[in-house]
């Protein structure tokens, strides 16, 4: 009897867990999905796809960030449960004048977003090479035990933008 309550409240936490990792993140915090390909055909399943998507930096007005990455399908992909690759590529550029929305500090997170179930996750960083006054992204993706060395980094020189001839130091946007 103790083990029959002690199992259906394990199914109902796990339950609960599996329903909270696969509800969507905030719209506001979403990128934006450029478009998808196919790299692997699945019979019946999802296939496997390359996935090109684009955001803005939060903290800098003026930048933005596109990145690919491989999404699993087939059964697992479907639920959301396959453990997705460490195999993500970046590109950063300026799009418009720089503009510094607030200070940060060297490797503040501009995006994250889960890659497994519950222990990985892919994180896009910021930081700013102060002697050339360059912003630098980086992106590599974390496990709770082991992480990856794969990743992939971007950097963004602070030029003039149309006719202004004046530029933002990063420097000058460095907490501490």
């Not at 590109?91 to 500090?105: D, H, L, S, V, W």
């Amino acid at each position: 009897m103790l083990l029959d309550r002690l199992a259906r409240a394990t199914a109902s936490v796990v339950l609960s867990i599996m329903v909270l990792a696969a509800s969507p993140a905030a719209a506001a915090d979403d990128p934006d999905l450029i478009f998808r390909k196919s790299t692997v055909f699945r019979f019946l399943t999802p296939n496997d796809k390359l996935a090109t998507y684009g955001l803005d930096d939060p903290a800098v007005e003026g930048v933005a960030c596109h990145y690919t990455l491989p999404e699993k399908g087939g059964i697992a992909g479907t639920f959301g449960v396959a453990e997705q690759v460490s195999d993500i590529s970046l590109a950063c550029r300026q799009y418009g004048p720089i503009t510094f929305k607030e200070k940060f500090a060297q490797g503040d997170v501009v995006f994250s977003e889960r890659r497994s179930f519950i222990f990985k996750k892919m994180q896009i960083v910021r930081g700013c090479d102060t002697k050339r006054n360059v912003l630098v992204y980086m992106v590599y993706s974390d496990k709770l035990i082991e992480g990856s060395p794969k990743n992939s980094t971007s950097t963004v020189p602070i030029a003039p933008w149309g006719g202004s001839g004046e530029v933002q130091k990063c420097a000058d946007w460095l907490k501490g």
